[in-house]
């Protein structure tokens, strides 16, 4: 389970998060999407959303690149995923968020690397995304992530179809809160509330 000892700490994002939404064909055209919500939501800065239609036999260039450059995890329930308790990770970063602490992960000596966790989420129904990474060796070969919260999934335009899963946004909304980017995920979930009142 992460947490405070876990294999990194928040200096290895403190240049920010990369979300990448790889998103099935068919959620395009669908209005209850709401991965395009979250990129319309997070306006680029410590949060960096990007939108990337899946493809079995022609992954995204850009992606595979990044895979190799940046340290990447996939939000994916897979057997040996790491356990991320996101209401256990939220209590510890408020703890350890002290004002010194604030300013030394914003302090960034001239010359180092960038320091950016890529996180990965499958855009589709629970289904498709099964086929998505049953069907993408690249995708099998990064390190998984399980969310876990006892926050239950607030989505009415669609039909969950497990009985502890998220839409995208909620999910996003957990992984900012477990992050420590509140004001990202407090932005991101009064978009997501008034978007799921639509009739």
């Keep these: 389970m992460f947490s405070s000892s876990a294999a990194f700490s928040p200096a290895d ?5 990369d979300i990448v939404l790889l998103t099935h064909s068919t959620e395009y055209q669908k209005s209850t999407n709401t991965g395009v919500l979250v990129q319309q939501s997070l306006l680029p800065g410590r949060v960096r959303v990007r939108r990337v239609p899946w493809s079995r036999v022609e992954p995204d ?23 991320l308790d996101v209401d256990h990770w939220q209590l510890h970063w408020q703890q350890q968020a002290t004002p010194e602490s604030t300013q030394l992960l914003q302090q960034q000596p001239v010359g180092t690397q960038r320091r950016c966790i890529q996180l990965i989420l499958l855009d589709a129904t629970w289904q498709l995304a099964r086929k998505m990474y049953n069907q993408s060796p690249y995708l099998q070969q990064i390190p998984s992530i399980r969310l876990q919260s006892a926050r239950p999934s607030q989505y009415l335009l669609r039909r969950n179809q497990t009985s502890d899963g998220w839409c995208t946004a909620e999910t996003v909304v957990l992984l900012l809160t477990a992050f420590g980017f509140v004001a990202e995920a407090t932005l991101l979930q009064q978009s997501f509330e008034c978007f799921n009142q639509r009739s």
């Design 61 to 83: 260039a850009l992606l595979i690149k990044s895979l190799s450059e940046q340290c990447s995890f996939l939000l994916y329930p897979e057997p040996e995923a790491l356990i």
């Design 13 to 17: 994002w403190q240049d920010g998060i």
